[in-house]
């Protein structure tokens, strides 16, 4: 063990790191950063009775349990002068538990990543990840690999692998966990191969594969194209929570290049679940932007239950809206499912604040931020211009009984030029057990010592909303 500052290590006895902890943050009541640091403890005697206090560097913490330390133990010290309590203290693992790598040159393996539930039903939760430049036969087909977990983590090896067999496909682009479509307590899963090509070329094309004791099957169950050349319908899938609340979950498709009665628009599809599982021939509900070249579908996401009724609500990008004269400002398209269905027109649009900022690229409910009962949403802008050219941002807005808030409560920027900061965003559960949903952010062309490394960023919520600050670098 090896302590110092605001990292902590393990390593083996040949000197291999095997766990670290770092980024520590801690924070009092009011969200007020306070000075900690890892240290190693040694223990005193007790005296007449009291807990005996661990030493080091000149510094006394009173360790109440001391019967349950052992010996290379380690406390954190914090600076809690004028610190209102209660303190949270986040010290975040940045050693990864488990990598993967499929040993193929430019197959891009990680394009796409996601949690696949629990395809089969071992009370384990699966990851899902995409490599849609994957050849195996044919140049570009794309394939997808799953990993179940256990016990003792995930695979090392695939436990499920799948291709398109067609050059050029990208089966892979998108991946993501299609909830339990047809009902039978097993995870199932939604992949974009949006360059397929079957009637035209690149019209498309999405696939669902259901879950059973023994993983994923072979054959995809489901499949939708929709005959239009250059559609790229796939382009964006996601689990649309359960709209029409009859215990089956549905599925949410974008199309971003397809054109109604513009060109590139773009066009969303809903598919409900059932017992026998989706609709092979006609979308449940769709919605077009109506504007060319928008890219309505560029992303779209599970809002969550946004007013609280009780039911799955949507959201939508549109990376390239234009509003007021201002191009490519992006706009977000929030439906809240109402009777069962979704409606015709949004119930709810925000639109990003600068142009050619691409607000909308990624959308994801975040989970419920600051503990008021509805589910927020958070966004991303990746080539919004701040004090940087191209440093990206990062957008909150609130949930509430009438739907989302009409200004984001909170949002952050990268600071780094070109780093593209909002890429790519999710819900990151709880990471520190306090309650508050947290959610994470990539900047792929952030630099972190490297060019064009890149990075995630994790910020906690608190409540209110997110605290000020609150991020750790992955």
Known sequence: MITGADALMFKD????????YSSLKVWDANGVEL??????????????GFPPEARGNDKNIIIPNSKFLIPNSFCIVVNDEDAVYPITIDPLSSTANWT???????????????????????????????????????????????????????????????????????FGWSVATAGDVNGDGYSDVIIGAPNYDSVQSNEGRAYIYLGSLSGLQSVFIWKFEVNQANANFGYSVACAGDIDSDGYSDVIIGSPFYDGGLTDEGKVYLFYGSSTGLDPVTADWTYESNQASAQLGFSVATAGDINGDGASDV?????????????????????????????????????GSQADANFGWSVSTAGDVNGDGYSDVIIGAPLYNGGQTDEGKCYAYLGSATGIAATAIWS?????IGGQFGISVSTAGDMNGDGYADV???????????????????????????KNNSRSYL
Do not use: C, M
């Open 35 to 48: 000075r900690a640091f890892f240290e190693e403890t040694k223990l005193q005697p007790e005296v007449n």
């Open 315 to 351: 959201i939508i990008g549109a990376n390239l809206y234009d509003n007021n004269f201002i191009s490519n400002r992006g706009r977000i398209f929030v439906f809240n499912s109402s009777g069962g269905r979704l409606p015709s027109a949004p119930n709810s649009t925000r639109d």
């Open 100 to 170: 993967a790598e499929i040993n193929q040159a430019s197959a891009n393996f990680g394009w796409s990543v996601a949690t696949a539930g629990d395809v089969n039903g071992d009370g384990y939760s699966d990851v899902i990840v995409g490599a849609p430049n994957y050849d195996n036969g044919q140049t570009d087909e794309g394939g997808v690999f799953v990993y179940h977990g256990s016990i003792t983590g995930l695979s090392l090896s695939p436990s499920w692998t799948k291709e398109i067999n067609q050059s050029s496909a990208n």
């Open 13 to 20: 006895e040949k000197g291999d790191l095997k766990l670290k």
């Open 412 to 416: 952050v920027e990268s600071d780094h």
């Open 440 to 466: 994470i952010a990539g900047g792929n062309y952030l630099d972190n010592g490297q060019l064009d490394e890149g990075k995630s960023i994790s910020l906690s919520g608190i409540f209110g909303w997110f």
